[in-house]
């Protein structure tokens, strides 16, 4: 599969992206120092790991909240296995619907749909529901977010 293969990284290039994902605006000077490498080999780690799909992308966190996007449920979906590719590219395409995750066991997919109110919560739900392939639904209104974590353990 492509991007799957697990990429080799040193002390350096570890130390590197647990500095980045805490704040991707920090300085190349001030990760030198703290790593004692140059100011350009920062930029060509930087660069390499980019190139090797390590680093995805740069981008802000937005606290949802502040934003007007704090009801967030999950859906369990089950699909017509004919249908289900099809049903993915849909999914894929709804601004609201926040992550998926093909998964094993009594459903095929799993949602994570994140809007500004439980009444666009319903549009969307039925929006999910018409979907041609979606058999059912079952949804799981979340009370609190107790860990949200964008950041990827290195050891």
Known sequence: MKGRATVVLDDI???????LQDNAKTPY???SKQLGISEATVHLRIKKLVKLGVIKR?????????????VVA???LTVDPKKYESVLEKLKSMPDVYDIYDVTGEYYTILKVRVGSREEL?????EIGSIEGVESTRT???LRTIKEESRIRID
């Open 122 to 126: 319903t549009k969307v739900l039925d």
């Open 58 to 70: 740069f981008q802000a966190i937005v606290d949802p909240e502040k934003v007007g996007k704090d």
């Open 13 to 19: 290039d570890k130390s590197l992206l647990r500095i």
């Open 29 to 31: 000077s001030q990760i």
């Open 140 to 142: 799981m209104f979340v």
């Open 74 to 76: 999950i859906v369990a």
